[in-house]
T-cell receptor, first 117, second 112 residues
């Protein structure tokens, strides 16, 4: 299957700092990427949908000024957690679909574990 | 509101037996349903997709059924192996074909 790479896999930061997470589709063009957050023993909650070259669509309750998403190319989307606080500590996962995938098939990154001290 | 329920309790089965996991949903009319496998600390891996007009789908040792009347999908792993131990997530989608909503997942433990 197609490969989606996420970086970094783990990050620890101080409260108040900003953290950027990258999501890359390595062998296909991802016209759409999705960002999820997963708390321990809970399901993946969709945060936003990002389309290449346009503004992201955020789910209800997700602050767009806090979670900045940029999808500047067909292979890269970034999520920046601004002014991070301990409650932002979570497992962030991206997924991608596009020309390399069958309809309904999503490819997920390995996830990024964020710990805010 | 939409609700997707999977058995939150872990499922323990003996190696070689068939594991059956359940996904029930309410207030939803999905165009398709997916099953994913997730290992601890990793992202989900796509396994199977079944559309609303399909009753059953198979892939190697995996079988998925989809009953839109009962609003339920069953996920079967035959001849289960310890390597099948993981959390299995169902996800429902409609409209925009890549935007899905996930269930909470069921943890499967296959005992040697």
């Amino acid at each position: 299957g197609a490969v989606v790479s996420q970086h970094p896999s783990r990050v620890i930061c101080k409260s108040g700092t900003s953290v950027k997470i990258e999501c890359r589709s390595l062998d296909f063009q991802a016209t759409t990427m999705f960002w999820y957050r997963q708390f321990p023993k809970q399901s993946l909650m969709l945060m936003a949908t990002s389309n290449e070259g346009s503004k992201a669509t955020y789910e209800q309750g997700v602050e767009k000024d806090k979670f900045l998403i940029n999808h500047a190319s067909l292979t890269l989307s970034t999520l920046t957690v601004t002014s991070a606080h301990p409650e932002d500590s979570s497992f962030y996962i991206c997924s991608a679909g596009g020309s390399g995938s069958r309809p309904g098939e999503l490819f997920f990154g390995e996830g990024s574990r964020l710990t805010v001290l | 509101s939409q609700k997707i329920e999977q058995n939150s309790e872990a499922l323990n089965i003996q190696e070689g037996k068939t594991a059956t996991l359940t996904c029930n949903y309410t207030n939803y009319s999905p165009a398709y349903l997916q099953w994913y496998r997730q290992d601890p600390g990793r992202g989900p891996v796509f396994l199977l997709l079944i559309r609303e007009n399909e009753k059953e789908k198979r892939k190697e040792r995996l079988k998925v059924t989809f009953d839109t009347t009962l609003k339920q999908s069953l996920f079967h792993i035959t001849a289960s192996q310890p390597a099948d131990s993981a959390t299995y997530l169902c996800a429902l989608g409609s409209g925009g074909y890549q935007k899905v909503t996930f269930g909470t997942g069921t943890k499967l433990q296959v005992i040697p």
